[in-house]
């Protein structure tokens, strides 16, 4: 077998492009061999994206439109808000260099991985690739209702009528470029045999996969390139059916299925082809209104914080007719609000929500609940002081790996290729939580979060989606319970993370009390809040950095000198200017007074909501001077932008470390700014009222 080119460093891509939509694209061929391998890397990796399929020829027109050249190899094509890449190698590069380390395809050990690469070289070079191609076709063509059946499956009407008008022409096309006309189609198969003994023959000593003893990008590409010939179910393109096919196509396929490295093929289709994600997952892309409405609320946002200084010098205490609402917006009658957390409860607000998605959580509860003190302390029991040292180099690490392959680009999509992965692969390390895929984990925590703290306008819909996260999000952490319960019986060790520490603490005298609920619900309630809202943060603050230009050019400053408490000063002071949320809501079962610090007093009326206004009090002058002035470096203030009180975030310090370190890291990229267009405007994309893309380029 004979070394290609062993390496796979070279990707194709395009700098200069534009794409503004909430999910990837892959534009590809219905029945192309190397579509089918970039297919199965993006759904091992649970990557939802759009599956845009186009028929044979007419695929290369598309590419040629999107790329700007039609040369062969350049199928498919991803397209993505910071990266626009072009061929199965490629693409199977640029997931390799991204992906976690239990998805990768190519081993650590050198010698292996040489031998993987050989393997993939071969199988999906000139030699098998092209003989496996142009058998197919050679077949397929002679059946003009079974090849426009099978090579236009899943494309747009519009196509496919055009497909069908101009399969004469095609056909011709189809024979003058793959040579068939000249070409054996008894030799190609006679070629598709020898490699077919070649792989039986490696499987002859009963291994499992090619090399090693882990699934490889050898055993995903022999069995992406033989599918023509073996006609698996599983394919993620389009292929004919056995019953379908000419009786000497489907005789060779049976004998060619019969062999070792047939069945290898089943196998590796049955055992490691994931299925794709379902289409209707992706979010639907806005309309122009809500276009329109987005760019006007982006525009009113940046003056925002001359609503919130208006409210709490005009309005301290606004009672808002029709509704039993009261905002309270002043710095000193807020405090008081939030400290009297007895009169101004909270579980009212959160706790049935909580408990519906199977999370109550302490930060649901109220003081005098028996159980807030008792599941509090044993959560704050299980974290130390030296974790936030250990976040803070996973992280930092984590987004610099990630900047550093985003370096050939120009540009990186902060939320969805930095802060959501780095955010859900502390959940694994730190929080000891493994998620079954990050796309599930992305989208448990998203929903919920939405129905927890955004849903309004109680979309039943969307309630019960979250209902259904939280159910499956409780019994998978029931599993992990139940898993690493039964390694300590076997006498393992844990690794150290939190929920382990958790696992560990419920098995010691006196916390016979915390069962296998408590423990879910209470890592869960930890869980909850974290992406999506440090995600937002992130975004938020970055925005409002742009938005500042004095501001921004000695935040990037503080980055590069490494001082990550100076840094914290900035990035709470855009929080400020460019809050999270705006404030929390508490609820007054009885009728209660108010003052703060002056003489005047506010009544609120029994069973009436209370918005503090977080945002209001920290343009308070008495509590922030001047403070329609951005200034990354105030001394002596107390932001609230976690809250006040009881209940303020409980991952507070930790979101100080993940904010800090993922923000410097961007702001340490040369010339950082904004893409243009509605890509690099914050919340420009948004699915559910929570930002989904947020493009800054560099240089």
């Known amino acids: 077998m004979t070394i290609v080119n062993n390496t796979l460093d070279f990707i194709k891509f395009k700098k200069e492009f534009s794409y503004a939509k909430t999910a990837p694209t892959l534009v590809s061929n219905t029945i192309g061999i190397s579509d089918e391998i970039a297919r199965w890397v993006l759904d091992r990796n649970a990557i939802l994206y759009k599956n845009e399929v186009h028929a044979p020829l007419i695929i290369q027109s598309k590419i040629k439109r999107i790329i700007g050249n039609d040369d062969q190899g350049n199928s498919p094509v991803l397209q993505m808000t910071d990266a626009l890449i072009y061929s199965a190698d490629s693409i199977v590069r640029f997931w390799e260099q ?74 011709a096309k189809l024979n003058k470029e793959f040579e068939l006309a000249t070409n054996s189609t008894e030799d190609n198969l006679n070629q598709i045999k020898k490699v077919f003994a070649q792989v039986s023959d490696l499987l002859s000593d009963n291994r499992k996969y090619l090399v090693g003893d882990q699934f490889t990008l050898a055993d995903l590409a022999f069995a992406a390139v033989a599918a023509p010939v073996i006609l698996p179910v599983e394919f993620g393109g389009s292929l004919p059916a056995i019953n379908e096919i000419s009786a000497s196509y489907r005789a060779s396929v049976i004998a060619l299925r019969e062999t070792p490295a047939g069945q290898f093929v089943f196998r590796m289709y049955l055992e490691n082809r994931p299925v794709m994600l379902s289409q209707s997952l992706i979010p639907e892309e806005p309309g122009f209104f809500a276009k329109l409405m987005a760019r006007m609320m982006i525009s009113m946002k940046k003056k925002q914080y001359k609503l919130f200084y208006f409210l709490q010098k005009r309005f301290p205490v606004l009672k808002v007719p029709f509704v039993k609402l009261v905002v309270v917006s002043k710095n000193d009658l807020l405090v008081e609000t939030l400290e009297r ?63 550093k392959h985003a370096q050939s680009y120009g540009k990186i999509d902060v939320s969805s290729s930095l802060a959501k992965v780095v955010i859900v692969r502390l959940i694994d390390y730190y929080f000891g939580v493994s998620a079954p895929t990050e796309t599930i984990m992305k989208h448990w925590l998203r929903i919920m979060f939405f129905d927890l703290f955004l849903n309004f306008k109680n979309d039943a819909e969307k309630h019960e989606e979250a ?22 019986k076997d006498g393992k060790t844990l690794p150290d993370n ?40 992130i975004l938020l603050i970055l925005d409002e950095l742009f938005n500042q230009p004095e ?97 303020e975030c409980y991952g507070k310090y930790i979101n100080a470390v993940t904010l800090t370190e993922i923000v410097a890291a961007t702001l340490r990229q040369k010339n950082i700014r904004r893409d243009s267009g509605r890509i690099g405007r914050g919340t420009g994309l948004s699915t559910d009222l929570l930002p989904t893309n947020f493009v800054v380029k560099f240089n």
């Open 551 to 647: 501001a921004l050019k000695k935040a990037v400053e503080v980055a590069h000198g490494d001082d990550m408490n100076k840094m914290y000063g900035y990035i709470s002071e855009a929080l400020r200017f460019n809050p999270t949320q705006p404030g929390v809501i508490r609820y007054s079962e009885q009728e209660q007074t108010i003052k703060g610090k002056g003489s005047k007093t506010y009544k609120v009326k029994a069973k009436c909501k209370v918005l503090a206004l977080t945002a209001g009090a920290m343009f308070d002058p008495a509590a922030f001077p001047d403070p329609k002035t951005f200034n990354g470096e105030r001394k002596d203030v107390t932001y609230m932008n976690y809250g006040f009180g009881l209940h």
């Open 467 to 488: 209902l259904k996260a939280g159910n499956d999000r409780a019994v998978f952490l029931f599993q992990v319970i139940k898993d690493r319960r039964q390694d300590l």
């Open 98 to 171: 991204r992906c976690t380390p239990q998805n990768r395809l190519l081993p650590t050990d050198v010698g292996q991985k040489d031998a993987v690469l050989d393997l993939y070289h071969q199988f999906t070079g000139e030699f098998f690739q092209s003989k496996v191609t142009k058998y197919m076709l050679a077949n397929m063509l002679t059946s003009k209702k079974n090849a426009i059946a099978v090579f236009t499956e899943g494309i747009s009407d519009g196509e496919k009528m055009r497909f069908k008008l101009g399969f004469p022409f095609i056909k």
């Open 498 to 537: 939190l929920f382990n520490r958790m696992i560990l603490m419920a098995q010691e005298p006196g916390n016979e009390w915390a069962d296998d609920d408590v423990l879910q619900r209470n890592i869960g309630g930890l869980l909850t809040g974290i992406l999506e809202g440090t995600n937002k943060s």
């Open 341 to 403: 957390d007895l009169d101004f409860t909270i579980e009212e607000i959160n706790n049935k929500k909580m408990s519906e998605q199977k999370g109550a959580f302490f930060l649901g509860w109220d003081r005098n609940n028996p159980q807030f003190n008792r599941e509090r302390d044993f959560v704050r029991k299980a974290t130390k002081r030296e974790d936030l040292d250990i976040i803070r180099t996973f992280v930092r690490e984590s987004a610099e790996d990630i900047l």
